[in-house]
């Protein structure tokens, strides 16, 4: 049995999440928005999946699949998904936390101090450790901001 214990449903998300349109991040065939679980008013960072987008349906079916194994405290957990003929809606937890770029920007000189850039390195090396150990390669483009010397 998997780490997480994630339900699939196939009633509309909108019974129980209010959806917004504040979106978190996008893709070309999904995008991550705020999602408010109506009874409890917690808030969850919703993926909503294309599927007319038929060449990538079957990705987020493994990523499911992938992040129901994981149970990390440096990866996001997966609570539900929601099923629906236009739509794929992922339930996750909500990092509050901002992107790395966004740390970045935010820190003196667009760098980070040695004690903190370790701490984030080690999440990291945690995470994708964990990842490999059950047998999964995370592929992603990062984002990256120019460096001053850049500009």
């Not at 919703?46 to 992938?66: P, Q, T």
């Not at 080690?122 to 390669?137: D, E, F, V, W």
Request: proline share 3%.
């Amino acid at each position: 049995m998997g780490g997480n214990f994630v339900e699939d449903l196939t009633v509309p998300i909108e019974t129980k999440y209010e959806v917004t349109n504040t979106v978190l991040g996008s893709g070309s065939s999904a995008q991550v928005v705020i999602g408010e679980n109506m009874k409890t008013k917690r808030k969850f960072a919703i993926k909503v999946i294309d599927l007319s987008k038929h060449e990538v349906a079957w990705r987020y079916e493994r990523e499911k699949n992938f992040l129901r194994d994981i149970d990390h405290t440096n990866v996001v957990r997966l609570y539900e998904v929601y099923s629906s003929p236009k739509a794929l809606y992922f339930v996750m937890e909500l990092c509050t936390g901002g992107h790395l770029g966004q740390v970045l920007k935010s820190s003196p000189n667009g760098y980070l101090n040695e004690k903190i850039a370790m701490e984030y390195i080690l999440q990291l090396t945690r995470a994708i450790g964990h990842c490999h150990h059950h047998g999964i390669c995370h592929r992603c483009l990062l984002y990256t901001s120019p460096s001053p010397r850049d500009r």
